[in-house]
């Protein structure tokens, strides 16, 4: 059975760290774009970040560039997703998602409909 599944989700304070894990189950994630996707309360499905296996390539939404990092292991069993300097609009729930890799990573990899394989998102709480 194909999963993703997403782990690291907590109650952070504003300024502080915190690192996402993706782990998949029945594939692997090496010939896909993997990507992070987040709701907040009220909003819509944004993607923040996104890899693609073709060649390593990444892309950040505006909104985390410089304080967020996807990355992943050396098996593509697991992709990361490093936040920095959280802000409290960063809070949400954080999903992962997969999708045969056609190419580098681009804008269209942050579109929530590129994407095939869904995990049940982790909850990303950001407050004093």
């Known amino acids: 059975q194909v999963q993703l599944v997403e782990s690291g989700g907590a109650l952070v304070q504003p300024g502080t760290s915190l690192r996402l894990s993706c782990s998949a189950s029945?594939?692997?994630?090496?010939?896909?774009?993997v990507g992070w996707f987040r709701q907040g309360p009220g909003k819509e499905r944004e993607g923040v970040a996104c890899?693609?296996?073709?060649?390593?390539?990444?892309l950040y939404a505006d909104s985390v560039k410089g304080r967020f990092t996807i990355s992943r292991d050396n098996a593509w069993n697991t992709i990361y997703l490093q936040m920095n300097n959280l802000k409290p609009e960063d809070a949400g729930v954080y999903y992962c998602?997969?999708?045969?890799?056609?190419?580098?990573?681009?804008?269209?990899?942050?579109?929530?409909?590129?994407?095939?394989?869904w995990g049940q998102g982790t909850q990303v709480t950001v407050s004093s």
């Open positions: 998602a997969a999708v045969q890799a056609y190419g580098s990573a681009w804008y269209g990899f942050l579109r929530s409909k590129e994407y095939d394989y």
């Open positions: 890899l693609s296996s073709i060649d390593d390539s990444t």
């Open positions: 029945g594939f692997t994630l090496d010939y896909r774009v």
